[in-house]
């Protein structure tokens, strides 16, 4: 008796069958992965190899409020972490702060870029130029502020703060005009994010005077400048931002520097 045992169920001559067609669907799936390959790969490029001023976006008054606006989940996030903080901060290990030094300057019958601290630059809408530049530029640079005479150093205010806390730098007061009681002064807004060896933030700053009208004997409110961006700046270095073409009669206009700066526990800089 003879068994004859094929292992193989299928006909011998299916190897030599033509394949089946892709399917409509496959192929649309294979196309999904193309594009988003090639989406990955042009982030890493724009990120590895950045061009000139993409350190910098500037913003508008409404996509800042947006962006800074705290929802009612937010909210009971930061209400349940401070209820529970003396339970898990035992548990947390020391971590870096940030310290942001801001510093303004009035400068005097100076054309807008003539005081150029770096090579890249970008401007914004209303003509404001700004540049990001590290601790040697921003050294160097300080160093020839102090050092020209019709330019002159009109405040330095600091805040330290934390890793993705908002924090505010307010300086000035409130007084009488037509309109009644405003504020008047330098005032700044950070939300700070620790990115490697660099602080990624949005910036709102805002620097207003009292002068006074002649017609009402009264001071009306001069907006000297405001600056709304998010940037990212390497740790000791700066953001600094020229106010633009000079508006006013006495031929003024103003520069701002913020500097921001990874502070380990002991309250020495940060080296990464």
């Not at 294979?30 to 988003?36: C, H, K, Y």
């Not at 940030?98 to 005081?115: M, Q």
């Not at 000079?246 to 701002?256: A, I, V």
Request: hydrophobic share 40%; net charge positive.
């Amino acid at each position: 008796m003879v068994f004859d045992l094929n292992m193989d169920p299928q006909n011998p001559d299916s190897q030599n069958s033509p394949k089946a067609p892709i399917s409509r669907g496959k192929k649309f799936r294979l196309v999904l992965i193309g594009f988003a390959l090639v989406g990955i790969i042009a982030m890493l490029v724009l990120v590895l190899i950045p061009s000139p001023g993409s350190q910098i976006a500037w913003m508008t008054p409404e996509q800042f409020s947006n962006a800074t606006k705290v929802g009612p989940l937010t909210r009971l996030k930061y209400r349940v972490k401070d209820l529970t903080a003396p339970i898990w901060r035992r548990f947390i290990k020391n971590r870096p702060s940030i310290a942001i030094d801001t510093s303004v300057w009035t400068l005097n019958n100076l054309k807008s870029g003539e005081l150029s601290p770096g090579i890249t630059t970008t401007t914004n809408a209303g003509g404001q130029l700004a540049w990001v530049i590290s601790q040697a530029e921003l050294e160097a640079f300080q160093k020839r502020l102090k050092s020209m005479t019709n330019v002159v150093l009109d405040g330095r205010p600091r805040v330290m703060t934390g890793n993705k806390m908002q924090s505010r730098i307010s300086v000035g007061q409130s007084i009488p005009t037509a309109n009644g009681m405003k504020a008047v002064g330098f005032s700044a807004d950070f939300i700070p994010k620790i990115i490697g060896s660099s602080v990624g933030t949005m910036v709102n700053m805002t620097s207003t005077e009292a002068l006074t009208s002649s017609s009402t004997n009264l001071p009306t409110i001069s907006t000297n400048f405001a600056v709304l961006c998010h940037v990212l700046i390497p740790s000791g270095g700066a953001l600094v931002v020229d106010g633009g073409q000079p508006k006013r009669q006495d031929g003024k206009h103003f520069l701002l520097i913020v500097s921001p700066a990874i502070i380990d526990p002991t309250g020495k800089p940060v080296r990464r």
